[in-house]
């Protein structure tokens, strides 16, 4: 059992030349690029409530599993077979590009609830998955240990969004509360969060600083998203060529705002943490609430 769960050996000989950008392409579906580019023209182009809900699910899945990755501290495979460079010394278990993958493609799947979309996204789900396997960055057990948590949270957050719980509905129509508890739950994470072991078989403790980066684009975005409601109520379907500029044009404000946010940060002599903080809820309020606004005075977003 352990050689199944641990050893890498495996998956060497599955390795080839038209294999390995496959690879690589489905793991770029985990990194926080594809997230920047995925959740906003979701809210911008198809829904707004829908993607909302999202972006809190990968919130809380994101916040989960690095919490778990600093409480185990578990190193990953030998750095000699690992194909993809952007994760040296970080933690291996639970697998964070799978966590964040099934999470992500099967709540989208439950939201739509077309058969046909099922199909792409557990395609997508197990494509992410496997991709972490074939580039020698995580064990079996690192992927299956996210696959459990992922499930988990699922479960959970359609318990919490679900008509029958009074309370959540209630916060849905108030977004102050929202925000309240978004913030109030920075300081409890950060008290919580599990303190580093220093030992010669421990990975990198990576602490709860940059992922409460997260927390705080997710206050961004509610803040934004409640604006955007209250400006616009009701909203139509733009024609194709609106969506194609208006995805085009908000994700490269996005990116350029991202990278001035940074240097700002450098310049001011920030440290990372409280730069990405203050980028992440200045980024998240953009995406549903400057943007939008943008849109339609533009006259793209009806």
């Known amino acids: 059992m352990d050689a199944f769960l641990y050893s890498m050996e495996w998956v060497l000989p599955l390795r080839s030349e038209w294999a390995t950008p496959i690879a690589k392409g489905f793991t770029w579906l985990g990194y926080a690029p594809f997230f920047l580019i995925f959740l906003p023209i979701g809210y911008w182009l198809w829904d707004r409530a829908m993607f909302t809900r999202l972006t809190a699910l990968v919130a809380i899945t994101a916040v989960v599993n690095g919490w778990f990755k600093d409480l185990w501290q578990d190193p990953r495979p030998p750095a000699e077979i690992q194909l993809d460079g952007q994760v040296t010394g970080s933690p291996g278990r639970p697998s964070g590009h799978t966590q964040v993958a099934v999470v992500m493609w099967l709540w989208l799947a439950y939201e739509v609830r077309r058969p046909w979309m099922w199909g792409v996204c557990i ?21 299956l240990t996210g696959t459990a948590l992922a499930l988990l949270t699922l479960a959970l957050f359609a318990w919490l969004v679900s008509p029958s719980n009074s309370l959540v509905m209630a916060l849905r129509r108030a977004p102050v509360a929202q925000l309240i508890l978004v913030f109030a739950l920075v300081p409890l994470i950060a008290a919580l969060w599990p303190t580093a072991v220093e030992a010669a078989d421990r990975a990198t403790h990576t602490g709860s600083g940059p992922i409460l980066s997260v927390m705080f684009m997710l206050a961004g975005w509610l803040a934004g998203a409640a604006l955007d409601t209250r400006l616009a109520p009701d909203r139509a379907r733009s024609a194709w060529w609106q969506m194609v500029i208006m995805a085009v044009a908000g994700i490269v404000v996005l990116f350029v705002l991202r990278d001035a946010i940074e240097a700002a940060g450098t310049s001011l002599g920030l440290s990372d943490d409280v730069t990405g903080w203050v980028g992440g809820t200045i980024l998240g309020f953009y995406m549903t609430g400057l943007a939008p606004i943008a849109f339609r005075a533009a006259r793209l977003m009806r």
């Open 123 to 143: 395609v997508l789900a197990v494509g992410v998955s496997f991709s972490r396997l074939y580039l020698g960055v995580h064990d079996v057990d690192d992927v």
